[in-house]
């Protein structure tokens, strides 16, 4: 900011403040002097207007006086003469004194005579009782006939303020006794007011208290009772008001009247004031102006001046000039005449730094070596003579130049910049600055390479001045030592390079040989016959093959015309040699083809051979120069395709005839079948699949059959499980609408590279409805028929029983006798039969229940053995147990285990008719054996295979069986029990007429 | 006292053979020949043993046993259980019900069964009343 534009902003400020603090001080003191003279003002012509009022009830006051001291009226409140009335108390006495109410009233208070007048309402002649009941109260503070009293004043009512004045009515002298009071009263509104405003010259206005507070607030009010009864109020620019409160007779507050004035003083001094301000800025612009114009000429010019000058020798660096302005004698002078005393030391110093510099230039000039000062932002400072050359440059050019920008390639700056300023810092990546070489790109354009010696000079503070760079140009020192780098690198590459040439020279004779020889071997042997002509159909190639087909020596066919040594037949037909297909590729350029069906022949030495043939042209540069014939013998080919063709033949009859039995076999097969596909589409199927089904429709995939069973089979998801698992699915049991069917889906699996692939299912149902039913049948027939003969059996058994048992002494004859005990017998063997016939069925359909414990065996034995003691006794044959001691408890069903027991021995008893049977425990891993060995007559060898099957007895036909013995159940339903319990049962040995062992084993109790 | 004896036996094969045996050998024998009159027997005569059959129309001999076994006033009275069944099934059924035996009328002579019944009796009225 220059010095004029402060020295402006300056003044203008003060000048500002000051008219601020003045014109605010003036306003203050004068509006306030002003109001207070206006208020002074108001109170003045408030106090006359009071006086006004008091004036009026002077008058007020005169009149009822007048009245009240005249001998008529004296009468008239005694006698009350009607002359009296007639003549004074009248409308116009009335409108004449304006008064509202005159009333006459005796010593005792009471009314004597009234006279209402209402101007506004002349029709109203009513009593305002308010204000009479007000005057004639006993108990009032004004009660006029018992003092005697003149009063005046101001009485409040509800219908407003009335002035009032009475007075006691005495005769004219003024004697006495006074006989009563008269009273005249004014109503005082708006329109007394407005006359009052009239006599005062003063704006007037009657208020109510409600109307102050609402005006100007409670405080007003209470001002006004306390004080003075005045309280002035400036209302705005133009008004100022002031109010006074009248008093009641009773002295009390009656009612407020407003005084407005204009201020017409305020508006005066509004107008000076302005003024005033007017006149203020008007001196204080004038001021500004003058004083700057003062000082520009006596400040800022000079400054300037002296400015310019300075600034010119600095610029010139000439310090020999000198500043003009030092003649004046002020400040500015003196300013002047300092700067000169200062140039002249500068200007002495300068020489003697020159001196020094062209000194210790010729010292660096004569060094040998490049030297180059920079300053700390890089500028060249000093160079010397040698610096100079090698940049190619005068020395004037070269100082004051960036280094940088000016000497250092474009691509080495910015890392340059780095280090250079890392180096000036001390900072780190700066240290190799010290020693280091780069190129620079001289004045001319030209790169050189120079190798620096840098070094920072420091002031006292450590802070860099300036660097110190020596440099030596090695450019052809570095040029040479790359000159000889590359020639050693080429000698080196163009060595490489021979030795390359020489190995792949060497490896493509190779190959050629390598693939001459292959084309060789595979012409020579090739199965085909080969010839290569020429244009003139001249052989010019031939490989053995043709030797060997032509039955000709290879010398014999080349180099002669093909037609010459060859004939050549398509069918029967001999080609001649023009028409030959030859001729046809070769004056063509066509290649041509003959296979197995085309019948061509041709013929050599060893007669007329069938050939497939190719006639393929050689072209070069689009000419026939010549072709290749190849062709070979089909006579085998022929053969084996007849073979093949008979084979198809009779494959393909075969396989009708596979398909018409796979159909018959289908179709005769006693279940529905449907072969599907492996998403169940059906592929063939019989005609008893809708049958079995029920379905009227004879195609019917996999999802349609699992619909029509339903939920109670979920066919596609076990069809699923058939093609993905590759299993075979059986269900059985089946009911399906009233049916028992048997189902099965078994996936269709061929080898397809040597892996099981499902190519599809085969659903296959079966009904078994009958077959259920005649199973159950047979199963149920031997239970019921057991059950059933049991029973008549038992009573013939129970009859004939007693019948020997209570009557047997009664029965002499002895053939009776027999017949009843035979009778009795065979009831116990048909029994027996019985017995055994329902053990086989419910063994067989398992209704039979092992309950399997720990079971000692050696008890068992023991037992059983002791069960035969009476009838072996009766044959003479000893049935015993060979006890050795305690054996380990078996894991069996006791009672079914004696059964099984009892039965071996029982047979073994029975077929012995002398010696013994031997019962014997032994152990066998973890089973235990029992043996049973007898002296009986044996098993011949043709019947012990048959011995453990249903109703087999050893050595018997149907017509030779021995019905003493049994059934032939026994052995077989001990075979039944013991292998239903995990053991097993067999004939360890037998031989005819030395006896039999019979063994079984039970597994172990764990 | 002559003994009471009930045979509960719808065949009358059966009830005539063992009511004769049972004659022979001085029991009073009182025969019903089904289920229901069996149960109303029992309850008007008080036996002092019964034999019951077990395949029996109307009431079967298992359920009559249920029955007298659930009443307080003959459920003291030994029942022996009478079939042609030889499932021991039925025979564990019964002697879990409260059967005192089971006999399977073919294996056995009338006189086997008198033994049996008498046997029973025997050890019944021991327990019963001692000394008579």
């Known amino acids: 900011m220059t010095l004029k534009a402060k020295t402006i902003i300056f003044t203008t400020l003060s000048i500002v403040l000051f008219m601020a603090i003045m014109i605010g001080v003036l306003a203050y003191v004068l509006y306030n002097g002003f109001s207070v003279v206006e208020k002074d003002r108001v109170k003045l012509n408030a106090e006359r207007v009071e006086q006004a009022f008091e004036v009026e009830i002077d008058n007020l006051s005169r009149k009822v006086s007048d009245w009240s001291s005249w001998d008529d009226t004296y009468n008239y409140v005694i006698n009350k003469n009607k002359e009296y009335e007639e003549s004074n108390l009248t409308d116009g006495t009335m409108v004449n004194l304006d008064l509202q109410l005159m009333a006459f009233i005796d010593m005792k208070g009471a009314i004597v005579q009234t006279k209402v007048h209402d101007l506004v309402r002349p029709e109203n002649r009513e009593v305002p009782t308010e204000l009479l009941h007000k005057l004639t109260d006993p108990n009032g503070l004004f009660s006029p006939y018992h003092s005697g009293k003149s009063m005046a004043g101001f009485v409040m009512t509800s219908d407003g303020p009335f002035m009032v004045a009475s007075r006691p009515i005495l005769t004219s002298n003024g004697d006495g006794p006074p006989h009563g009071v008269i009273l005249f009263a004014r109503f005082y509104d708006t329109a007394q007011i407005k006359r009052l405003e009239r006599v005062t010259r003063q704006k007037?206005?009657?208020?109510?208290?409600?109307?102050?507070?609402?005006?100007?607030?409670?405080?007003?009010?209470?001002?006004?009772?306390?004080?003075?009864?005045?309280?002035?109020?400036?209302?705005?620019?133009?008004?100022?008001?002031?109010?006074?409160?009248?008093?009641?007779?009773?002295?009390?507050?009656?009612?407020?009247?407003?005084?407005?004035?204009?201020?017409?003083?305020?508006?005066?001094?509004?107008?000076?004031?302005?003024?005033?301000?007017?006149?203020?800025?008007?001196?204080?612009?004038?001021?500004?102006?003058?004083?700057?114009?003062?000082?520009?000429?006596?400040?800022?010019?000079?400054?300037?001046?002296?400015?310019?000058?300075?600034?010119?020798?600095?610029?010139?660096?000439?310090?020999?000039?000198?500043?003009?302005?030092?003649?004046?004698?002020?400040?500015?002078?003196?300013?002047?005449?300092?700067?000169?005393?200062?140039?002249?030391?500068?200007?002495?110093?300068?020489?003697?730094?020159?001196?020094?510099?062209?000194?210790?230039?010729?010292?660096?000039?004569?060094?040998?070596?490049?030297?180059?000062?920079?300053?700390?932002?890089?500028?060249?400072?000093?160079?010397?003579?040698?610096?100079?050359?090698?940049?190619?440059?005068?020395?004037?050019?070269?100082?004051?130049?960036?280094?940088?920008?000016?000497?250092?390639?474009?691509?080495?700056?910015?890392?340059?910049?780095?280090?250079?300023?890392?180096?000036?810092?001390?900072?780190?990546?700066?240290?190799?600055?010290?020693?280091?070489?780069?190129?620079?790109?001289?004045?001319?354009?030209?790169?050189?390479?120079?190798?620096?010696?840098?070094?920072?000079?420091?002031?006292?503070?450590?802070?860099?001045?300036?660097?110190?760079?020596?440099?030596?140009?090695?450019?052809?020192?570095?040029?040479?030592?790359?000159?000889?780098?590359?020639?050693?690198?080429?000698?080196?590459?163009?060595?490489?390079?021979?030795?390359?040439?020489?190995?792949?020279?060497?490896?493509?004779?190779?190959?050629?040989?390598?693939?001459?020889?292959?084309?060789?071997?595979?012409?020579?042997?090739?199965?085909?016959?080969?010839?290569?002509?020429?244009?003139?159909?001249?052989?010019?190639?031939?490989?053995?093959?043709?030797?060997?087909?032509?039955?000709?020596?290879?010398?014999?066919?080349?180099?002669?015309?093909?037609?010459?040594?060859?004939?050549?037949?398509?069918?029967?037909?001999?080609?001649?040699?023009?028409?030959?297909?030859?001729?046809?590729?070769?004056s063509q350029g066509s290649t041509l083809n003959f296979g197995l069906e085309d019948e061509q022949y041709i013929e050599g030495k060893n007669g007329k051979i069938p050939i497939a043939i190719t006639i393929t042209p050689l072209k070069e540069n689009d000419l026939v120069i010549g072709a290749l014939i190849s062709f070979h013998d089909i006579s085998k080919d022929k053969q084996v395709k007849e073979t093949i063709e008979r084979e198809v033949s009779s494959r393909t009859q075969e396989l009708h005839d596979e398909r018409a039995k796979l159909i018959a076999s289908i179709n005769s097969l006693n279940m529905g079948y449907l072969l599907m596909d492996t998403t169940g589409r059906p592929l063939i199927a019989n005609s008893l699949l809708p049958a079995i089904l029920g379905s009227n429709n004879t195609v019917l995939t996999i999802q349609d059959i699992d619909a029509m069973f339903g939920d109670s089979l979920d066919l596609v998801h076990r069809f699923t499980t058939c093609i993905t698992d590759k299993k075979n699915i059986l269900e059985s049991n089946i009911n399906y609408r009233g049916k028992i069917l048997k189902i099965w889906i078994i996936p269709v699996v061929v080898i397809e590279n040597s892996q099981d692939k499902v190519i599809g299912a085969v659903f296959l149902v079966e009904d078994i409805t009958e077959r259920k039913v005649m199973e159950r049948s047979k199963d149920e027939f031997f239970s019921i028929a057991s059950h059933e003969l049991r029973t008549p059996l038992t009573a013939i058994r129970g009859n004939t029983s007693m019948i020997i048992d209570f009557y047997g002494d009664k029965i002499t004859d002895p053939d009776l006798k027999e017949m009843i005990t035979d009778i009795h017998a065979s009831s116990l063997r048909l029994i027996d039969i019985v017995n055994d016939f329902l053990n086989v069925s419910r063994l067989e359909q398992g209704k039979i229940e092992f309950k399997n414990a720990s079971v000692d065996l050696r008890d068992l034995a023991m037992e059983s053995v002791k069960e035969f003691e009476g009838s072996a006794l009766e044959k003479k044959v000893v049935v015993r147990f060979e006890d050795t001691g305690t054996v380990p408890m078996v894991f069996a069903d006791r009672d079914r285990t004696k059964q099984a027991l009892l039965n071996l021995v029982g047979n073994s008893l029975k077929f012995t008719e002398s010696g013994e049977v031997v019962v014997r425990l032994v152990a066998d891993g973890d089973m235990l054996r029992c043996r049973v060995n007898d002296t009986g007559r044996g098993i011949s060898k043709d019947n012990q295979s048959l011995l453990f099957r249903k109703f087999q007895q050893a050595g018997s036909s149907l017509f030779t069986r021995d019905t003493t013995k049994g059934t032939g159940l026994g052995l077989y339903i001990s075979r039944l029990i013991i292998e239903g319990m995990g053991g097993k049962i067999w004939l360890e040995k037998s031989e005819e007429g030395v006896g039999s062992e019979f063994c079984f084993t039970l597994p172990l109790a764990k | 006292m002559a003994k009471v004896l009930l045979i509960v036996e719808d065949d009358p094969l059966m009830s005539r053979m063992y009511q004769k045996i049972f004659s022979f050998e001085k029991y009073d024998v009182a025969t019903a020949s089904n289920g229901e009159e069996g149960l109303e027997k029992v309850r008007e005569l008080k036996p002092t043993v019964i034999l019951l059959d077990v395949m029996m129309p109307k009431m079967n001999g298992l359920q009559v046993l249920e029955k007298i076994k659930s009443d307080p006033e003959i459920k003291h009275i030994p029942v022996i259980m009478l079939t042609n069944l030889a499932g021991e099934k039925d025979a564990e059924t019964a002697l879990m019900k409260g059967a005192v035996k089971y006999i399977v009328k073919s294996e056995h002579d009338p006189k086997q069964i008198v033994a049996m019944v008498k046997e029973i009796i025997a050890a019944h009225s021991r327990d019963d009343v001692p000394g008579s």
């Not at chain 1, 230039?361 to 610096?387: C, E, F, H, Q």
């Open chain 1, 204 to 586: 007037l206005e009657m208020y109510t208290f409600e109307k102050l507070v609402q005006n100007h607030g409670k405080q007003i009010l209470s001002e006004l009772q306390k004080g003075t009864g005045f309280e002035g109020i400036t209302m705005d620019q133009n008004t100022v008001e002031g109010y006074i409160l009248l008093k009641d007779i009773y002295g009390n507050s009656a009612f407020p009247i407003e005084i407005t004035m204009d201020r017409n003083v305020f508006v005066q001094a509004q107008r000076t004031i302005n003024a005033m301000g007017f006149v203020g800025l008007l001196g204080s612009v004038l001021f500004l102006l003058v004083t700057l114009a003062g000082f520009t000429y006596v400040v800022i010019r000079p400054i300037n001046i002296l400015t310019k000058d300075v600034s010119q020798i600095g610029k010139s660096g000439d310090m020999s000039r000198r500043l003009t302005g030092a003649k004046t004698k002020d400040e500015i002078g003196k300013l002047s005449q300092s700067i000169n005393s200062m140039l002249q030391s500068i200007e002495y110093s300068e020489h003697l730094l020159k001196e020094e510099r062209i000194r210790s230039k010729m010292y660096i000039d004569i060094v040998g070596t490049m030297i180059v000062v920079l300053s700390p932002s890089g500028d060249v400072t000093l160079v010397n003579k040698k610096a100079c050359e090698v940049l190619r440059g005068l020395e004037k050019d070269i100082i004051g130049k960036n280094w940088v920008d000016t000497f250092v390639p474009i691509s080495a700056r910015e890392e340059l910049q780095k280090k250079f300023k890392a180096f000036l810092n001390n900072e780190p990546g700066g240290d190799d600055m010290a020693e280091h070489a780069n190129s620079i790109i001289d004045m001319n354009g030209s790169e050189r390479l120079i190798s620096w010696h840098n070094t920072v000079l420091r002031n006292s503070g450590g802070d860099p001045v300036a660097t110190i760079s020596t440099g030596e140009d090695i450019t052809e020192l570095h040029q040479i030592e790359l000159e000889r780098e590359k020639r050693n690198s080429e000698l080196e590459d163009m060595k490489i390079a021979m030795l390359n040439i020489l190995e792949d020279t060497k490896q493509l004779e190779e190959k050629i040989k390598v693939d001459r020889d292959r084309a060789k071997a595979i012409i020579s042997t090739m199965r085909e016959g080969l010839f290569v002509v020429d244009k003139d159909q001249r052989v010019t190639l031939i490989n053995s093959a043709v030797e060997r087909m032509m039955g000709m020596k290879e010398a014999d066919m080349l180099g002669k015309k093909l037609g010459d040594f060859t004939s050549y037949y398509t069918g029967e037909t001999k080609s001649s040699t023009e028409d030959r297909l030859l001729s046809q590729t070769l």
